[in-house]
Structure formats: structure tokens, C-alpha cells
């Protein structure tokens, strides 16, 4: 597709660059949090407040996601002094990051508000366990319900199973192609701090992991962790006096969905996902393609999701998954690194946040690695990214965030360097 | 009334006001299979909804329905997350094309009607019997009982049907 390409989207392109993230902030990613959604929540939003620089009569609107397993927005506002013009707490998981700061440039350029903070809090592994283990897996099976848990289809790795499955016999997509996306992030985590699991891991180790779900070994599979996460997003204007050099958005997807997303098994090849149909909103109205872009944040709640965002948002032709993510191009020093904290395999859960947090650290170039901080209280990058090193990829200009809740549907960011 | 009943350990409740899962799985439970088809389109739809999702009418009738066809796709679960599955592992869930309507209404499209692999009653397939099917395996519709007036639809492997080399996830 041409980078100029104008297409009808969603988002008027007068918008593009018209609004910033100029706040994020994360609390640890661990398992036992031993506190409340809220009290998480509440330290996730302070945290992007203060890298910000703005107090709590700047911020007033707040929007969060949860599926009946966080707080809901006026409870953290209420415990950080934030007197709100705008809440909306929204059912989903994976994909809302990305559809929720399209809806807070919405909110705000329809004058609702000023500054959005988006926060999701979750004990996703003491509490409400993703994985859709513990009391929930023994809940009762009603209605629409029977025609899969019945069946024993019920978690994530087991419903997105079949499309994993037919690409790898549509395409000839292989076992140790796919493992090489949890290879190289796990190579990212081992330079990220923060992260959950910070071990190197290879693809024999991947393909010699116990089987959950064929395709799916242990470790396709993303880690569980308790913690919350923040994104603030404002006017591009205002972000000109925040703390950080501007992260400016260029275009949002969100929630896009393939045909009959509520049983997309039934329409259209299975082994293409809601990215297809989210490209052509995406690309066109941030006025660029894939090959402009420096860095991405596909979703990888397990190895495959990564993959088939990346083929079919078009960084590769369609198909060619498998090579694209085994041929080095994703990895820090390669063409166009993926997931540079790790991501979900293996920084953390907390159902694409911390894919975008990274992205507008990495577009900062100011990323919180074990780098030197120099005089100017700046880490001092090497770009060396061996084992325990560095992470900032050298002057990145257009990150994409590739995020996903099904095969069925996605959403999607394009975000550039102010 | 509303049904709440057993099956391997799991509750499986349908209200009364079910209007379109209720028939569906009363015809399942004569081990007779049967599908809403459109009155506008002329299409069948699958699993039972309040409308056809290929052209939005509202009016279907219910049509019998072969329960023939082949493995479009489908996971073998090795670890099983509910406690019903647990002493049955390996166990498939199978994602089956069937034969009337494939292709329809785009080439790559079919009616996938979802079951496990089970024996001719409708039992979870032996770990011998998973190892057999993958995708191209061609298989017929069988019921599990569940209770009076409700019974669950499966696959089991069609022994009388010429089966292709079926493709299998490569690592056993």
C-alpha cells in the first residue's frame, strides 16, 4: 500500500499529531501483589502523573478496562484528590488499550475534558486469574456458553488454538519459527529491570516445554502477573509543557473486528485475524506504512498472536509469518525490533498496556534499562544489547502498537517521536 | 422450563426463554441435527442466533441437516483448565466444515460446527483415536445424553468414508 494512500477511517485525519501521551507509569509486575486493584491503580496513575508533571487538578478525565476484576475509575480519582469532568469504565481485555485513547482524543476534542488517564489494575494472577483457571474454569456453563466450555473450549490458548493451527497448515508456518518470537523477547526482558522473567530462552527450550493446547507449549504462553499500569493522554499543545520530549499519536484502530466476531470460526479464513480488516484504517491515517515503522508492539498473549498481527497489518506478506519473526528483523539491533520490554511472555500481563508504555519510552529515547545515568540525569545508552545491557533502539522516529483481544478482533496505534 | 442438567460434572443450564438454543438441542437430544436456515437468503447458520449473520434476516425455519463432513481445524488439550476435563486428556475439540454449504457464501467459508472427538457414543475419544485425526479427517455427527429433551452434539471418525493422509500439529 502507498504511504500516502487516503482511505475512509475512523479517525478524521486532522487529528493526526494533534494529541500526546505525556504520562505513563506502571507499579511492579509481580505475583502476590498483597494489595487491592485500587491500591495498585491508584499507584499506577501517580506514577504517570509525576513522570508528566501535572498535579491532580490537571488531570480530569479517566477512563479504565477491567472484566470484573478491577476498580472502577471514580474509586482511584477519588484517592488521588482528581475531581473528574469524564469517567468510563469499559468491559474488555486485550485490544482496549489502543481503542481507549482513541475514545479519549475523542472526549477530549468533543470538550467533555482536558487530560485522560487510562488505567488498568488487575491481580491477573492472585486474584482473577487470565488463564481462566480457579473458580471461574468451575463455573456453570448457560446458554450461548454450551455451545464451547462444553466442549472443554474455554480459555484464551484453547479458543485461539484452531487459527494457530490452520495458518501452520495453510502456510507451513513451523513450531521453531514461532518459538524464535518468545526467543527474542525473552532476550529484550533480560535487559529490562522490570521484568517478570528476566532468562534467556531458546528455541529448544520452547519446543521441548510441555504441551498446554497443540499448538501451544508452556512456553508460547504469556506470563500471569499482578499489577496496574497508566497512560495519560492529552492535547499536543499541553504536552509542550510536561516533563518528557512529546509522544505524539498519529492514528488509532480500535476494537476493529472480522466478520461475525462473536464466532469468526464461521466466516472468512481462520487463519487471518481482525489486523486484516484494522490495516486499512490504521496505515492511512497515520500517513504511513509498515516500512516506516521503527519499532512494534505486537500483543503476545502467546507467541502466535505476535505473528499473525505482524503478517497481516502487512509488515510482511501474508503467510510469511513465520520467517519474518525468525529472521532477526525483530530483534533489538535488527531492522525492526518487537516488544523491546519483553512483553507479556515475559515482562508482564496486564493485557497491552505495557506494549504502548514501552513504545513512549522508547520514542523518548529515554528507556529504563541498566544503562549509566550521566550528569545530566539521563541514562547514558550503549546500544549494546547483550545479556543484562542496553534496550533503547537507536533513534526511533514511528513506533506501531499491534493490539489484540481474539483472532476475531484488534486495534491498533501509530505513534511518532514530537 | 428451564433445564439445568449434568454433563461430566459440568451444569449446563438453559432458561426458558433459550428460543433459539432450546430447539436446537431438543432435536439433538432425537440424535436428529438440525440448523436455522434463512427464509431470506436461503442460508444455514450455525450455532442457533436470534437472526442470520450473512444478510441480517430475521425469519428462519429449521432444516435438517447432514452431520457430515471434515476437519477444517482443531487443538488437543493436554492440560486442561476446567476440573470436567481433567481425567480426559488428551482430549480435541474439532472444528468441522460440513459438507453441505462449503464454500458458500465466499469460498472460504463453510458451516464449522464445533464437537470433540469422541467415540460412536459420544464418549471422549482414547488417546489411540486422537492420534488418528487432524485436519482433512473426515468424520459424522454423534450425541452425547445429557438429559431428557437434551443431548450435545460430537464427532467421531467416519469408518466408512474414504480418509486422506489427515495433517496433524507436527511435534507428537
Redesign the interface.
Known amino acids: 500500500m502507498s504511504s500516502s494512500a487516503e482511505t475512509d477511517g475512523t479517525t478524521p485525519k486532522y487529528l493526526r499529531d494533534k494529541y500526546a501521551i505525556v504520562g505513563v507509569g506502571e507499579t511492579p509486575y509481580v505475583r502476590g501483589s498483597g494489595r487491592t486493584t485500587r491500591a495498585l491503580g491508584v499507584e499506577a496513575v501517580r506514577n504517570a502523573m509525576a513522570d508528566a508533571g501535572l498535579d491532580n487538578t490537571e488531570v480530569d478525565g479517566m477512563l479504565s478496562y477491567s472484566s470484573g476484576d478491577s476498580t472502577f475509575a471514580p474509586f482511584i480519582a477519588g484517592d488521588l484528590g482528581i475531581r473528574l469532568n469524564f469517567y468510563m469504565d469499559c468491559f474488555g481485555g486485550g485490544s482496549s488499550t489502543e481503542a481507549l485513547i482513541g475514545i479519549a482524543i475523542g472526549v477530549i476534542e468533543a470538550g467533555m475534558c482536558k487530560t485522560v488517564a487510562i488505567f488498568r489494575a488487575m491481580n491477573g494472577y492472585s486474584q482473577v486469574r487470565i488463564g481462566g483457571t480457579g473458580a471461574r474454569s468451575a463455573a456453570p456453563i448457560v446458554g450461548d456458553q454450551i455451545h464451547q466450555r462444553a466442549y472443554g473450549w474455554q480459555s484464551a490458548g484453547q479458543m485461539f488454538a484452531p487459527t494457530f493451527m490452520r495458518h501452520m497448515y495453510d502456510y507451513g508456518t513451523t513450531p521453531e519459527q514461532i518459538a524464535m518470537v518468545k526467543v527474542i523477547h525473552s532476550e529484550h526482558a533480560s535487559n529490562n529491570p522490570k521484568a517478570y522473567y528476566k532468562q534467556r530462552y531458546t528455541v529448544d527450550d520452547v519446543v521441548n516445554s510441555r504441551i498446554i493446547v497443540k499448538p501451544l507449549h508452556l512456553l508460547d504462553c504469556c506470563v500471569e502477573t499482578d499489577s496496574a499500569t497508566c497512560i495519560i493522554v492529552t492535547r499536543a499543545e499541553r504536552a509542550r509543557d510536561c516533563r518528557h520530549h512529546p509522544v505524539l499519536i498519529q492514528a488509532v484502530a480500535g476494537r476493529v473486528n472480522k466478520p461475525r466476531m462473536d464466532l469468526h470460526y464461521q466466516a472468512g479464513p481462520i487463519s487471518t485475524v481482525a489486523g486484516h480488516y484494522a490495516k486499512d484504517i490504521l496505515w492511512p491515517n497515520a500517513g504511513v506504512g509498515p516500512e516506516d515503522i521503527d519499532i512494534t508492539g505486537s500483543y503476545d498473549a502467546f507467541t502466535f498472536t505476535t505473528m499473525l498481527q505482524l503478517e497481516d497489518y502487512g509488515f510482511c506478506k501474508k503467510g510469511e509469518g513465520g520467517e519474518y519473526v525468525s529472521n532477526g528483523t525483530m530483534r533489538l539491533g535488527g531492522a525492526r525490533p518487537n516488544n523491546t520490554s519483553g512483553g507479556h511472555l515475559c515482562e508482564g500481563y496486564t493485557h497491552g498496556m505495557n506494549m504502548v508504555i514501552e513504545n513512549t519510552r522508547q520514542l523518548r529515547r529515554d528507556i529504563d534499562d541498566s544503562c549509566p545515568i550521566g550528569p545530566d540525569g539521563k541514562r547514558q545508552h550503549t546500544y549494546d544489547y547483550g545479556e543484562g545491557g542496553c534496550r533503547q533502539v537507536k533513534d526511533p522516529e514511528l513506533t506501531a502498537n499491534l493490539g489484540w483481544a481474539m483472532p476475531g478482533t484488534g486495534s491498533a496505534m501509530v505513534m511518532r517521536r514530537g | 422450563m428451564t433445564i439445568r442438567a449434568d454433563?461430566l460434572g459440568?451444569?449446563?443450564?438453559?432458561?426458558d426463554l433459550?428460543n433459539e438454543?432450546l430447539p436446537y438441542?431438543r432435536y439433538c437430544a432425537a440424535h436428529d441435527f438440525h440448523l436455522q436456515r434463512c427464509v431470506a437468503c436461503d442460508l444455514i447458520?450455525?450455532?442457533p442466533g436470534a437472526a442470520c449473520?450473512w444478510c441480517g434476516g430475521a425469519e428462519n425455519e429449521w432444516v435438517a441437516v447432514e452431520g457430515k463432513g471434515a476437519v477444517?481445524?482443531?487443538?488437543?488439550?493436554?492440560?486442561?483448565?476446567?476440573?470436567?476435563?481433567k481425567a480426559?486428556t488428551p482430549?480435541m475439540?474439532l472444528?468441522v466444515d460440513l459438507d453441505i454449504q462449503k464454500g458458500q457464501p465466499?469460498e472460504?467459508?463453510a458451516?464449522?460446527v464445533?464437537?470433540?472427538l469422541t467415540t460412536a457414543d459420544g464418549t471422549l475419544a482414547p488417546p489411540e483415536m486422537v492420534k488418528r485425526v487432524g485436519?482433512g479427517t473426515r468424520v459424522r455427527m454423534v450425541f452425547a445424553d445429557v438429559e431428557e429433551g437434551f443431548a450435545?452434539p460430537h464427532w467421531t471418525i467416519d469408518e466408512d468414508a474414504d480418509q486422506p493422509e489427515p495433517?496433524r500439529?507436527?511435534?507428537e
Do not use: C, D
Open positions: 454433563y459440568m451444569t449446563l443450564t438453559l432458561e433459550e438454543n438441542f447458520h450455525y450455532p449473520p477444517h481445524s482443531y487443538n488437543e488439550v493436554h492440560h486442561a483448565i476446567q476440573p470436567a476435563f480426559h482430549y475439540v472444528l465466499s472460504h467459508e458451516i464449522r464445533v464437537g470433540n485436519i450435545i495433517w500439529y507436527p511435534q
